[in-house]
């Protein structure tokens, strides 16, 4: 998947428990992005990131934080977890959109219950 | 902000039919059109994209239509076959955002 990788795969946690689901990127794609899929909502953006330190919100940000301290690692956060963020988390990358060169690349997901 | 509506949800078709699925988009400014394809247990992957200065685009057996007027778009499977079956999503960006705005999905299934 374009090399990325998202870490895990898999988690099962309780609720209020605090989350971290990682992404790493071998491209050197200055933008990343975290996406939450559920049945009948699609794809929908938490956060992304425009650069080293530079991150801003998406539609579905609420309870979710980030963090990018180098070009090839994004960090999802979820500070206490709840049982509506169970959910399949994507990261993708991509060129800057001035680029004209927009195409996402997907990670492989991780898929996140939270009980 | 864009709002993307996809229809239909799930498409069932015979092996050798066409399929085409319709989205609509609010944003006037958008300016980038992209289809993506899932297949199960992975991550959506690019299929075909079209900007807003072209009315169609093909690459053998798929292709978009545009009409800016109408403000919708729609992919076009032809000959479709069983390797074809996986959710599908279409998305728009406008030249004032960053990032895309996707629909609800087409889960596609071709029947042999």
Known sequence: ?????????HKVTETGTPVTLRCHQ????????????????GLRLIHYSYGVKDTDKGEVSDGYSVSRSKTEDFLLTLESATSSQTSVYFCAISDPPETTNEKLFFGSGTQLSVL | GENVEQHPSTLSVQEGDSAVIKCTYSDSASNYFPWYKQELGKGPQLIIDIRSNVGEKKDQRIA???NKTAKHFSLHITETQPEDSAVYFCAAKSSGYSTLTFGKGTMLLVSP
Do not use: C, F, K
């Open chain 1, 1 to 9: 998947d374009a090399g990325i990788t998202q870490s895990p795969r």
């Open chain 1, 26 to 41: 071998t491209e050197n794609h200055r933008y990343m992005y975290w996406y939450r899929q559920d049945p009948g909502h």
């Open chain 2, 64 to 66: 978009v239509t545009l």
